[in-house]
């Protein structure tokens, strides 16, 4: 069985400001893959970035980027430079042998002006 | 990039009818589609996963003789919600894979229909 681990319900961030989300994984699959979703208050799910268990370097897409350490399990997503419309629910995901997403519980990030 | 698409977005009614959701890929085939429930607040809880042309595959605890899913074409699945009650009311998203996609693992999600059941 896989499980996700978002410890943190909520996080607040000031704008222009940099922000961790920290993302803890438990699975016993060799090859799987790390997903970080938005989820902003109309409800659709927007994909951030994508970390594969067997990919070297860390992922990277604009100002988003996973902070990959597999011997601790953790893919933390760092948003660089946070902006008022980053405010949202994120959510971890990841992808294994059940070919199916395990989401976390989530995390409420709100950018303060 | 692909889209996917839902409908409705919103739908109300009364407690007893059935209620018909279409999740479609626009852009691309989906062999495999998934439902999932979220409750405010809450996480994406997976409730199926649906396969072309095959039964879908109903996580557990999950009714299946009250969410009917079909999944009749390469770009169209439908969930049925049968005999509704106020409990059933709740945010549903589907997505879809795109197994000729550049990332083989990525779900595409639908923006989802929001019931409510009164």
């Known amino acids: 069985a896989q499980k996700i681990t978002q410890t943190q319900p909520g996080m607040f961030v000031q704008e222009k400001e940099a922000v961790t989300l920290d993302c803890t994984y438990d699975?016993?699959?060799?090859?799987?893959?790390l997903f970080w979703y938005k989820q902003p208050s109309s409800g659709e799910m927007i994909f951030l970035i994508y970390?594969?268990?067997?990919?070297?370097q860390n992922a990277t897409e604009g100002r988003y980027s996973l902070n990959f350490q597999k011997a601790r399990k953790s893919a933390n997503l760092v948003i660089s430079a946070s902006q008022l419309g980053d405010s949202a629910m994120y959510f971890c995901?990841?992808?294994?042998?059940?070919?199916?997403?395990?989401f976390g519980s989530g995390t409420q990030l709100t950018v303060l002006p | 990039g692909a889209v996917v698409s839902q409908h409705p977005s919103r739908v109300i009614c009364k407690s007893g009818t059935s209620v018909k959701i279409e999740c479609r890929s626009l852009?691309?085939?989906?062999?495999?589609m998934f439902w999932y429930r979220q409750f405010p607040k809450q996480s994406l809880m997976l409730m199926a996963t649906?396969?072309?042309?095959?039964?879908?595959?109903?996580e557990q605890g999950v009714e299946k003789d009250k969410f009917l899913i079909n999944h009749a074409s390469l770009t169209l699945s439908t969930l049925t919600v049968t005999s509704a009650h106020p409990e059933d009311s709740s945010f549903y998203i589907c997505?879809?894979?795109?197994?000729?996609?550049?990332?083989?693992?990525?779900?595409?999600f639908g923006p989802g229909t929001r019931l409510t059941v009164t």
């Open positions: 997505s879809a894979r795109d197994p000729q996609g550049p990332l083989s693992y990525e779900q595409y």
């Open positions: 699975t016993s699959d060799p090859s799987y893959g």
């Open positions: 970390q594969g268990s067997y990919d070297q």
């Open positions: 995901a990841m992808w294994g042998s059940a070919r199916q997403l395990t």
């Open positions: 852009d691309f085939q989906a062999t495999t």
């Open positions: 649906s396969n072309e042309g095959s039964k879908a595959t109903y």
